[in-house]
Nanobody
């Protein structure tokens, strides 16, 4: 069972990144998926959620209108498109499978800086 994030990096304020989380080892389409993030010295916070078939999405107020979560069940992958990035978006981004037991990826670092 594995969740592997990718797509992080260094980007200037106002820029964009697309994170991916590839899932293996369980029935991906059977579970909602979420993205969390954790800044240095901060608690991990929820960012976005998507239902099993992508019909419903929810976002933290801090990213609403700038981030878009999506999924491709044929590829067992969930995405986070991040636009208009701000320095406060800097942190490690984790995907999370909302199942029992829950599963976390190892994280991918996003740094927004000029």
């Amino acid at each position: 069972v594995q969740l592997v994030e990718s797509g992080g990096g260094l980007v200037q304020p106002g820029g964009s990144l697309r994170l991916s989380c590839a899932v293996s080892g369980f029935t991906f389409s059977g579970y909602p998926m979420k993205w969390y993030r954790q800044g240095l010295g901060k608690e991990r916070e929820w960012v976005a959620r998507i239902s099993r078939f992508g019909v419903t999405t929810d976002y933290a107020d801090s990213v609403k209108g700038r981030f878009t979560i999506s999924r491709d069940n044929s590829k067992n992958t969930v995405y986070l498109q991040m636009n208009s990035l701000k320095p406060e978006d800097t942190g490690a981004y984790y995907c999370y499978a909302d199942r029992i037991p829950p599963l976390w990826g190892q994280g991918t670092q996003v740094t927004v800086s000029s």
